[in-house]
């Protein structure tokens, strides 16, 4: 008997996740869009399996603009195993040394100052960074280690909490593209006795914060009491993430044209930068970019129902 292929729902709009351990960012999405039934879906960069916390995940218009989450700061509490070091630099991986801890808060104290502000670092081999096509993870599983050039990130808050016989507690705020394996693995070299990453919780991404996810319990209920439409109450607007740009109101006939791909002039544009944009009905249309000529022309455009 032939299955009956299952009709997705076109929603549009982003769910802050607070991902479990365990998953991978794209089995919670994937586990979140059946929930919701959703035709389509993304989500703003990877959590490792083992990290929990702050996940957004875009659906339908909302996916457009899922890169813009993904370039935002973000924040992390963090526990470093210290004396262990690991081939994942993380508490999933094989262990490759052990040594003997025997530090005081004051000696780690000691050399977060060199990882604070502007730092080089090389990414990890177990990463989804791409070499001639084949994630690093890949390769490292198979057995090869290839050389990676260095990146410049920003750290812009790291702070000791707690220390707990041979286990430190640390809350970071850091650029896009930080690993917390590797800046943990490198604050364990310059002690000297090495660290991996033995829990990691990302706390905020871009302007979502902890206290504005949902678990994935709380969606199972929600779905399990309702079904996939009792999710929708879980979806925020599309362009939430993005409250901190400007919003512009465009006249209807402004809006015509810039619906259909043209520039136009707003008289309360800013002089440079990207724009939030609104129809005459206050509808979210879309994002544009203020030009040299002080017109605002459309970069990505929201879909009309």
Not at 181 to 204: N, P, S, Y
Not at 214 to 230: F, N, T, W, Y
Not at 248 to 261: R, T
Request: hydrophobic letters at 40%.
């Amino acid at each position: 008997m032939a299955q009956v292929k299952r009709i997705r729902r076109s929603v549009s709009g982003i769910i802050l996740l607070d991902k479990p351990r365990g998953f991978t960012s794209n089995a919670a999405l994937q586990k979140v869009r059946w929930l919701l039934n959703a035709e389509k879906a993304g989500h703003t960069g990877s959590l490792d399996p083992l990290a929990t916390g702050v996940l957004p995940l875009c659906f339908g218009e909302a996916t457009k603009f899922s890169q813009y989450l993904l370039d935002a700061d973000k924040a992390y509490e963090t526990v470093a195993q210290l004396g262990v070091t690991t081939s994942t630099a993380d508490a999933e991986g094989d262990v490759l040394e052990r040594r003997s801890v025997a530090l005081s808060a004051a000696d780690i104290e000691a050399v977060l100052p060199r990882f604070r502000g502007d730092i080089q670092q090389v990414p990890p081999m177990h990463s989804a960074l791409k070499r001639d096509g084949q994630p690093l993870y890949k390769l490292a599983r198979a057995g090869e280690v290839v050389e990676r050039e260095a990146r410049s990130v920003t750290i812009t808050r790291l702070e000791l909490l707690e220390v707990i016989g041979d286990r430190v507690r640390l809350a970071v705020s850091c650029s896009k593209g930080t690993y917390i394996r590797t800046l943990v693995e490198d604050i364990g070299r310059a002690l000297g006795c090495g660290a991996h990453v033995a829990e990691l919780r990302r706390t905020q991404a871009g302007p979502f914060v902890l206290a504005d996810t949902v678990s994935l319990e709380a969606l199972e209920q929600a779905h399990g009491e309702g079904g996939s439409e009792a999710l929708d109450r879980f979806l925020k607007p599309v362009d939430c993430g993005l409250q901190h740009w400007p919003l512009l109101s465009f006249s209807e006939h402004s809006a015509y044209y810039w619906l259909h791909g043209q520039p136009v002039r707003a008289p309360d544009a800013p002089a440079f930068g990207m724009v939030r944009v609104q129809d005459q009905n206050g509808r979210f249309i879309g994002i544009g970019e203020v030009s040299d000529d002080g017109r605002v022309a459309p970069r990505r455009l929201i879909r009309s129902e």
